[in-house]
């Protein structure tokens, strides 16, 4: 008798080990992980002086925020632990610009970045970009396990 498929796990294995997975609940504590780590060193690194800032102004709907939220939540239950440290990263900027956005009505750049000037959570959600593309494609390459039929 054959059992079906399944079609929701939450101990999805990670690519190129062979008896290990990581579940859903520690892909969401390293996602969780990096959120936050993203926000703290943001807002610190903010609230300390600098020689040039600059505050730009954006006019960004609240919804737009809580779309883009939900998705980056959402890569935690997808196979790959990159996409979580990726989605993590970039939750954590998202969070950070967005609320200082909404609170201050503006995000203070101050990093100078080939004659641009930056922040803490740009930076990590550019990284938190070119991480979950590496999980994705990373995860691409996998062949994936089939349920082998018993007898």
Request: charge should be neutral.
């Amino acid at each position: 008798m054959n059992k079906p498929p399944c079609f929701t796990t939450l101990y999805l294995y990670a690519p190129n080990d062979d008896n290990k997975s990581m579940g859903l609940v520690r892909r969401l504590g390293i996602w969780t992980s990096c959120a936050v780590l993203v926000v703290a060193l943001d807002v610190i690194t903010k609230a300390s002086p600098h020689d040039v800032m600059a505050a730009n102004h954006a006019h960004t709907a609240t919804g737009v925020y809580v779309v883009v939220g939900c998705f980056l939540v959402s890569l935690v239950a997808w196979r790959s632990p990159l996409l979580a440290v990726g989605g993590g990263l970039m939750f954590g900027a998202l969070v950070s610009n967005a609320g200082q956005l909404l609170l201050q009505g503006y995000a203070t750049d101050w990093i100078p970045v080939a004659g641009w000037l930056t922040n803490v959570a740009d930076i990590a959600g550019a990284v938190g970009l070119l991480v979950c593309l590496a999980g994705y494609l990373r995860g691409a390459n996998v062949p994936q396990a089939r349920n082998a039929p018993e007898h």
